[in-house]
């Protein structure tokens, strides 16, 4: 196979006939699949007179028509990015005129998409609406089959840094880093064909689309789409498909934690359900334990399409805090400020290194040699290593502060005050000092009867932590401000304190 787009063709022959893909209430076999990507690329060539290397965008939620785009524009090597739906009409102008677009697809709720196109500079030669406009030329296309025209090596997927500091970077992902992340994941996750999984993660986030639904595809198996995370239908969806696998960020999790009827819901089609995103706190790790969840813990960045590494369930309890050991066919270091490799169980930064490492960042060859400098990519994850070879990340490089000389890891001190009875989530940034340079403040969400006080959670920390790493001040908040992937932007937290 030479790209992703082989995959429908494949999947098509080998199971044709085999449900692919579930979404409001329609189900399509891979055979019907590989026909509607057919469809679309013809009418991509004819009408639109998209080639190779061209830009082509969507604006859309979780849908059958998302992964039509992403399969059509792969079949004719062209090159797909799916935009994040909850930014702004600038943002969105920023990216569309970043990368050049061509072709924007896009859902009629998500009008800032229209008046970014709009904006003065930004180039989109044609916008199509998926709803009656996209099921019109779907519908007079031609279903002659195409052959796929993408090398490995060539350019499927522009995915942008989610942006929570600075301007987003394009990462520029291949149809072998695709393929390569997949057979990485197939062992690890232990995929098949007889698997079924729910994508409720945005198909705009490389989780949603690089964790399950292209590792699906490359088995064969069966995905139940969601077009968006609702806590009620996730549970609803569990009862009526019987996922084996299940993927939800930590704020998910939670959120299905606070169902009034969530001890009802039979888990027991599922063979593995992985926190990713971020770290889990101990709570939610109690809780779906106790239900019999098999709970697993994953790692991976953006440009590495995604997988990096996976704590597995049996370890989720043993070796609580790490990210597991890197995936099949992938490498990892830990480093110090010369690349040279640490002391086990010293602090350094994380390197990866596989062929699911990313071609580098769209138009920036300055930032793509610094990020991928010795043939290593550096994650700017700072972390360590144990005699096992499980992998603890301490924090993001870029989070580290700096007090009075000392180097301060805000995950240290989050994890230490989620142990606190009546902390529900903590989240850690540096505020300036004119002492110490910075002090850490803890931006926590508290929960119970009495309410916490700022005096509390310090003592509580100073009894657990070095001084300098104790917060300096609380702030108590209802909730934190999330990207839609349910990461905290810390820098708006640190916009707070100004």
């Keep these: 196979m030479q790209g992703i787009g082989d995959w429908a063709v494949k999947r098509a022959l080998i199971s044709g006939n085999d449900v692919a893909f579930v979404t409001g209430g329609k189900e399509w076999t891979y055979g019907e699949f590989n026909t509607r990507v057919d469809k679309l690329a013809n009418t991509l060539q004819n009408t639109f007179h998209v080639r190779r290397g061209d830009r082509i965008s969507a604006v859309v939620i979780?849908?059958?028509?998302?992964?039509?785009?992403?399969?059509?524009?792969?079949?004719?090597?062209?090159?797909?990015?799916?935009?994040?739906?909850?930014?702004?009409?600038?943002?969105?102008?920023?990216?569309?005129?970043?990368?050049?677009?061509?072709?924007?697809?896009?859902?009629?709720?998500?009008?800032?998409?229209?008046?970014?196109?709009?904006?003065?500079?930004?180039?989109?030669?044609?916008?199509?609406?998926?709803?009656?406009?996209?099921?019109?030329?779907?519908?007079?296309?031609?279903?002659?089959?195409?052959?796929?025209?993408?090398?490995?090596?060539?350019?499927?997927?522009?995915?942008?840094?989610?942006?929570?500091?600075?301007?987003?970077?394009?990462?520029?992902?291949?149809?072998?880093?695709?393929?390569?992340?997949?057979?990485?994941?197939?062992?690890?996750?232990?995929?098949?064909?007889?698997?079924?999984?729910?994508?409720?993660?945005?198909?705009?986030?490389?989780?949603?689309?690089?964790?399950?639904?292209?590792?699906?595809?490359?088995?064969?198996?069966?995905?139940?789409?969601?077009?968006?995370?609702?806590?009620?239908?996730?549970?609803?969806?569990?009862?009526?498909?019987?996922?084996?696998?299940?993927?939800?960020?930590?704020?998910?999790?939670?959120?299905?934690?606070?169902?009034?009827?969530?001890?009802?819901?039979?888990?027991?089609?599922?063979?593995?359900?992985?926190?990713?995103?971020?770290?889990a706190s101990v709570p939610v790790l109690q809780f779906f334990n106790s239900l019999g969840v098999p709970l697993a813990e994953g790692f991976g960045m953006t440009e590495c399409a995604p997988g990096i590494a996976m704590l597995a369930p049996e370890y989720v309890s043993k070796k609580a805090g790490s990210i597991g050991r890197a995936l099949f066919d992938i490498d990892t270091r830990i480093v110090d400020e010369m690349d040279q490799d640490v002391p086990v169980g010293d602090v350094g930064e994380l390197l990866v290194r596989g062929t699911n490492v990313f071609a580098g960042y769209w138009m920036r060859p300055q930032e793509t040699a610094h990020a991928l400098r010795g043939g290593w990519f550096h994650s700017g994850d700072m972390g360590r290593v144990d005699d096992d070879g499980f992998i603890t990340l301490v924090d993001r490089k870029k989070d580290m502060l700096i007090s009075g000389g000392e180097n301060i890891y805000p995950r240290e001190i989050e994890l230490t005050l989620s142990e606190m009875p009546g902390v529900e989530a903590v989240s850690v940034v540096g505020a300036t000092d004119p002492k110490w340079g910075e002090t850490p403040v803890a931006f926590v969400i508290a929960t119970g009867v009495p309410s916490l006080s700022e005096q509390e959670v310090i003592d509580f920390a100073r009894e657990r932590l070095a001084k300098f790493k104790t917060p300096t001040r609380v702030e108590f908040v209802d909730a934190f401000p999330l990207t839609a992937t349910g990461k905290i932007q810390k820098n708006l937290l640190r916009e707070q304190l100004n």
């Design 62 to 279: 979780n849908s059958i028509e998302c992964l039509e785009i992403l399969f059509a524009a792969a079949k004719l090597g062209a090159i797909f990015t799916p935009i994040n739906v909850r930014l702004t009409k600038r943002e969105i102008a920023y990216i569309l005129d970043d990368l050049g677009t061509e072709l924007l697809f896009v859902h009629d709720m998500f009008t800032q998409a229209r008046e970014a196109a709009a904006e003065p500079g930004v180039r989109v030669r044609n916008i199509v609406a998926i709803g009656p406009e996209y099921d019109a030329l779907m519908d007079t296309a031609e279903a002659t089959p195409v052959t796929p025209q993408a090398n490995p090596d060539d350019v499927a997927v522009i995915m942008y840094t989610s942006g929570t500091t600075g301007r987003p970077k394009g990462a520029m992902l291949t149809h072998e880093n695709l393929r390569a992340n997949a057979a990485a994941l197939t062992p690890s996750f232990g995929l098949s064909a007889t698997d079924v999984t729910l994508t409720a993660l945005p198909m705009f986030h490389i989780g949603g689309l690089g964790l399950h639904t292209l590792p699906f595809i490359y088995v064969g198996a069966r995905n139940v789409i969601l077009q968006a995370f609702v806590p009620a239908q996730v549970a609803e969806m569990i009862g009526k498909h019987k996922p084996t696998q299940l993927l939800l960020v930590p704020t998910m999790w939670e959120a299905l934690m606070a169902l009034p009827d969530i001890e009802s819901i039979d888990w027991s089609s599922l063979n593995l359900a992985i926190i990713s995103g971020a770290p």
